[in-house]
Protein backbone atom coordinates (compact mmCIF):
# COMPACT_ATOMS: atom_id res chain seq x y z
CA UNK A 1 0.00 0.00 0.00
CA UNK A 2 1.17 3.49 -1.19
CA UNK A 3 1.84 6.02 1.59
CA UNK A 4 -0.42 8.46 1.07
CA UNK A 5 1.18 11.33 3.38
CA UNK A 6 3.77 11.48 0.12
CA UNK A 7 0.86 13.61 -1.49
CA UNK A 8 1.14 16.02 0.67
CA UNK A 9 -1.92 18.71 0.98
CA UNK A 10 -3.15 16.53 -2.12
CA UNK A 11 -4.06 13.54 -0.14
CA UNK A 12 -6.62 15.74 1.47
CA UNK A 13 -8.25 15.72 -2.12
CA UNK A 14 -8.56 12.03 -2.38
CA UNK A 15 -12.10 11.13 -3.08
CA UNK A 16 -15.31 12.26 -4.76
CA UNK A 17 -16.95 15.33 -4.05
CA UNK A 18 -20.39 16.87 -4.58
CA UNK A 19 -22.49 20.23 -4.19
CA UNK A 20 -26.01 21.35 -4.60
CA UNK A 21 -26.54 24.44 -6.89
CA UNK A 22 -24.87 26.35 -4.23
CA UNK A 23 -21.84 27.16 -7.05
CA UNK A 24 -21.54 30.73 -8.02
CA UNK A 25 -19.89 31.45 -11.57
CA UNK A 26 -19.52 34.88 -13.24
CA UNK A 27 -18.71 34.65 -16.34
CA UNK A 28 -19.32 36.94 -19.85
CA UNK A 29 -22.44 36.17 -21.50
CA UNK A 30 -22.95 35.32 -25.35
CA UNK A 31 -23.05 39.64 -25.71
CA UNK A 32 -19.84 39.64 -23.91
CA UNK A 33 -21.86 41.33 -20.38
CA UNK A 34 -21.85 39.61 -16.47
CA UNK A 35 -24.19 36.48 -16.23
CA UNK A 36 -24.13 35.08 -13.28
CA UNK A 37 -25.28 31.64 -12.55
CA UNK A 38 -25.65 28.68 -9.92
CA UNK A 39 -24.62 25.99 -10.42
CA UNK A 40 -24.38 22.02 -8.88
CA UNK A 41 -20.88 19.82 -9.06
CA UNK A 42 -19.12 16.68 -8.72
CA UNK A 43 -15.06 16.47 -8.08
CA UNK A 44 -13.63 13.15 -8.33
CA UNK A 45 -9.73 13.02 -6.88
CA UNK A 46 -7.93 9.52 -7.73
CA UNK A 47 -4.09 8.78 -7.10
CA UNK A 48 -2.62 7.32 -9.89
CA UNK A 49 0.78 7.01 -8.10
CA UNK A 50 4.31 8.50 -8.28
CA UNK A 51 6.02 9.83 -11.79
CA UNK A 52 9.52 10.75 -12.09
CA UNK A 53 10.91 12.78 -14.41
CA UNK A 54 14.91 12.25 -13.54
CA UNK A 55 15.63 13.45 -10.36
CA UNK A 56 12.04 15.17 -9.81
CA UNK A 57 9.63 12.98 -8.29
CA UNK A 58 5.73 13.32 -8.18
CA UNK A 59 2.90 12.10 -6.51
CA UNK A 60 -0.13 12.73 -8.81
CA UNK A 61 -3.96 12.65 -8.50
CA UNK A 62 -6.29 12.30 -11.64
CA UNK A 63 -8.99 14.49 -11.72
CA UNK A 64 -12.35 14.84 -12.75
CA UNK A 65 -14.50 17.75 -12.84
CA UNK A 66 -18.36 18.29 -13.60
CA UNK A 67 -20.19 21.54 -13.35
CA UNK A 68 -24.43 21.26 -14.19
CA UNK A 69 -26.46 25.29 -14.38
CA UNK A 70 -29.12 25.33 -12.07
CA UNK A 71 -32.59 24.61 -14.41
CA UNK A 72 -30.76 23.01 -17.22
CA UNK A 73 -30.92 18.70 -17.11
CA UNK A 74 -29.35 18.54 -20.65
CA UNK A 75 -25.68 18.15 -19.62
CA UNK A 76 -22.98 19.46 -17.74
CA UNK A 77 -21.91 22.89 -19.01
CA UNK A 78 -18.37 22.81 -18.10
CA UNK A 79 -15.78 20.31 -17.81
CA UNK A 80 -12.33 20.01 -16.84
CA UNK A 81 -9.87 17.30 -16.39
CA UNK A 82 -5.86 16.76 -15.63
CA UNK A 83 -4.07 16.03 -12.87
CA UNK A 84 -2.48 17.71 -9.57
CA UNK A 85 1.12 16.49 -8.63
CA UNK A 86 2.83 17.23 -5.74
CA UNK A 87 6.22 17.68 -5.48
CA UNK A 88 7.47 16.44 -2.17
CA UNK A 89 10.80 17.80 -2.34
CA UNK A 90 10.04 21.12 -3.28
CA UNK A 91 6.92 20.96 -1.44
CA UNK A 92 5.01 22.24 -4.63
CA UNK A 93 1.82 21.63 -6.00
CA UNK A 94 1.04 21.69 -9.40
CA UNK A 95 -2.53 21.70 -11.15
CA UNK A 96 -2.48 21.12 -15.11
CA UNK A 97 -5.89 20.45 -16.79
CA UNK A 98 -7.86 20.95 -20.09
CA UNK A 99 -11.62 22.38 -20.56
CA UNK A 100 -13.10 21.75 -23.64
CA UNK A 101 -13.01 25.10 -25.53
CA UNK A 102 -9.32 24.13 -26.73
CA UNK A 103 -7.46 26.04 -23.45
CA UNK A 104 -4.77 24.14 -21.34
CA UNK A 105 -3.45 25.59 -17.79
CA UNK A 106 -0.56 25.01 -15.96
CA UNK A 107 -0.67 26.47 -12.33
CA UNK A 108 1.66 26.24 -9.74
CA UNK A 109 2.37 27.02 -5.99
CA UNK A 110 4.07 26.03 -2.68
CA UNK A 111 2.66 24.51 -0.33
CA UNK A 112 3.53 22.30 3.00
CA UNK A 113 3.25 18.55 3.67
CA UNK A 114 -0.16 18.98 5.95
CA UNK A 115 -1.22 22.66 4.77
CA UNK A 116 -5.21 22.27 4.92
CA UNK A 117 -5.26 25.63 2.31
CA UNK A 118 -3.40 26.29 -0.91
CA UNK A 119 -2.85 28.53 -3.41
CA UNK A 120 -2.13 28.30 -7.38
CA UNK A 121 -1.45 30.56 -10.16
CA UNK A 122 -0.74 30.83 -13.72
CA UNK A 123 -0.26 33.62 -15.83
CA UNK A 124 -0.56 34.49 -19.49
CA UNK A 125 3.09 33.81 -21.70
CA UNK A 126 5.10 32.25 -18.44
CA UNK A 127 6.97 29.24 -19.69
CA UNK A 128 6.73 27.22 -16.43
CA UNK A 129 3.08 28.02 -14.91
CA UNK A 130 0.98 29.26 -18.39
CA UNK A 131 -2.30 29.59 -20.36
CA UNK A 132 -2.18 28.07 -24.20
CA UNK A 133 -5.19 29.17 -25.76
CA UNK A 134 -6.98 28.21 -29.48
CA UNK A 135 -6.52 31.05 -31.77
CA UNK A 136 -10.05 32.18 -31.15
CA UNK A 137 -10.40 32.82 -27.39
CA UNK A 138 -7.05 34.20 -27.48
CA UNK A 139 -8.77 36.51 -29.86
CA UNK A 140 -11.79 37.32 -28.47
CA UNK A 141 -11.15 36.41 -24.72
CA UNK A 142 -7.54 36.59 -23.63
CA UNK A 143 -6.72 35.08 -20.79
CA UNK A 144 -4.45 37.03 -18.62
CA UNK A 145 -4.10 35.00 -15.42
CA UNK A 146 -5.65 32.21 -13.27
CA UNK A 147 -5.79 31.97 -9.55
CA UNK A 148 -7.25 29.55 -7.42
CA UNK A 149 -7.38 28.92 -3.75
CA UNK A 150 -8.39 25.77 -2.14
CA UNK A 151 -9.67 24.75 1.51
CA UNK A 152 -10.23 21.31 3.26
CA UNK A 153 -11.99 21.43 6.87
CA UNK A 154 -12.20 18.83 8.64
CA UNK A 155 -11.64 16.16 5.69
CA UNK A 156 -15.64 16.69 5.31
CA UNK A 157 -16.07 19.81 2.78
CA UNK A 158 -13.45 21.28 0.23
CA UNK A 159 -13.98 24.89 -0.55
CA UNK A 160 -11.98 26.95 -3.95
CA UNK A 161 -12.43 30.43 -5.24
CA UNK A 162 -11.08 30.88 -8.71
CA UNK A 163 -10.30 34.20 -10.37
CA UNK A 164 -9.41 34.21 -14.22
CA UNK A 165 -8.87 37.88 -15.26
CA UNK A 166 -9.88 37.54 -18.91
CA UNK A 167 -9.23 40.97 -21.89
CA UNK A 168 -12.59 40.77 -24.38
CA UNK A 169 -12.22 41.97 -27.59
CA UNK A 170 -13.31 45.97 -27.99
CA UNK A 171 -13.37 46.33 -24.00
CA UNK A 172 -10.87 48.70 -21.98
CA UNK A 173 -11.89 47.13 -18.68
CA UNK A 174 -10.46 43.69 -17.53
CA UNK A 175 -13.35 40.81 -17.02
CA UNK A 176 -12.57 39.03 -13.71
CA UNK A 177 -14.53 35.78 -14.34
CA UNK A 178 -15.07 34.33 -11.13
CA UNK A 179 -16.03 30.90 -9.78
CA UNK A 180 -16.70 29.58 -6.34
CA UNK A 181 -18.10 26.70 -4.53
CA UNK A 182 -18.40 24.33 -1.57
CA UNK A 183 -18.82 20.66 -1.64
CA UNK A 184 -18.87 17.62 0.51
CA UNK A 185 -17.03 14.44 0.14
CA UNK A 186 -19.48 11.75 -0.50
CA UNK A 187 -16.91 8.59 -1.04
Request: aromatic share 12%; net charge negative; charged share 30%.
Amino acid sequence: MEDLKNYGPLRFLIGTWQSDYQGENKAPDPDRKEENTKFKQTITFTPIGETTNHEQSFYVLDYQNEAWEEGDDSGPFHRKNGYFYYDLERKMIVKGFSIPRAQSVLAGGKSGQDDLTFALSAKRGSTSFGIVSNPFLEEEFTTLSYDVTFKVVEGKTLSYEESTKLKLKGQEQIFDHTEKNTLKKIK
